[in-house]
């Protein structure tokens, strides 16, 4: 669901190593789900998505995985390097109404030990 | 995205001031998204606008703050006689959803500061 003014959860992960993140969503209509990246000081970028008929999904060094059982999105990066250090939103969209409307979700920070 | 443009990149007000943000859409994209940011927290939904109608405005403030997206021309959010609140970096993303691409594509912000 929307984020209404809470502070990022932080992920610590050592330079490597493989990073999940997570999201729990609440909306059972969705037809998307997607991650973005956001790092110091700009805005989002889209990383990868993945329609809701789908468990899984993967990109380059990241995995996107969905159980729609018990509405739980992760963001797997493998190999964690230090320039994925930056804030991860998931995103949910649905199509109602002629409109396709993105909702985001709170955001996890990812820091990488070096 | 370089595609979406934003400006200022920063503004600085004093009280009681008037600012506006311009948002510069992808080219194609027919739908306007504006989030506001503060420091370590997420994006929160502000209004959701097409080309000369707001779809969604729920997020937005009832007073003082209003957004458009003319026929031509970019997107503004208005923010009337700011106060130190309002301090915070501002995100428009446009998309075009009439074709199924999910993908929202988001400027580089602009930050406002209040003094």
């Known amino acids: 669901g929307e984020n209404v003014g809470l502070h990022l959860p932080t992920l610590s992960v050592q330079e490597g190593d493989n990073s999940i993140i997570n999201c729990a969503y609440s909306?059972?209509?969705?037809?998307?789900f997607i991650w973005y990246k956001q790092e110091s000081g700009k805005g989002p970028q889209f990383i990868i998505d993945?329609?809701?008929?789908?468990d899984k999904r993967q990109g380059q060094r990241v995995t996107v995985l969905l159980n729609k059982t018990v509405k739980h999105l992760s963001l797997q990066i493998a190999a964690t390097q230090p320039g994925d250090s930056a804030v991860y939103f998931c995103?949910?969209?649905?199509?109602?109404?002629?409109?396709?409307?993105?909702?985001f979700g709170t955001g996890t920070k990812l820091q990488v030990i070096p | 995205n370089a595609g979406v443009m934003q400006n200022p990149r920063h503004l600085v007000r004093r009280r009681g001031q008037e600012a506006r943000l311009r948002c510069s859409p992808m080219?194609?994209?027919?739908?306007v998204y504006w989030y506001r940011q503060l420091p370590e927290e997420g994006l929160k939904f502000m209004v959701y606008?097409?080309?000369?109608?707001?779809?969604?405005e729920s997020g937005m403030p009832k007073e003082r703050f209003s957004a458009e997206f003319p026929k031509e021309g970019p997107s503004i959010l208005r923010i009337q006689q700011v106060v130190r609140g309002d301090s915070a970096a501002y995100f428009c993303?446009?998309?075009?959803?009439?074709?199924?691409?999910?993908?929202?594509?988001f400027g580089q912000g602009t930050r406002l500061t209040v003094v």
């Open positions: 993303a446009s998309s075009n959803p009439y074709r199924g691409n999910t993908e929202a594509f």
């Open positions: 909306n059972s209509a969705s037809d998307y």
């Open positions: 993945i329609r809701s008929n789908m």
């Open positions: 995103a949910e969209t649905r199509y109602s109404g002629g409109y396709q409307k993105v909702t």
């Open positions: 080219k194609g994209h027919s739908h």
């Open positions: 606008l097409q080309k000369e109608n707001i779809i969604d």
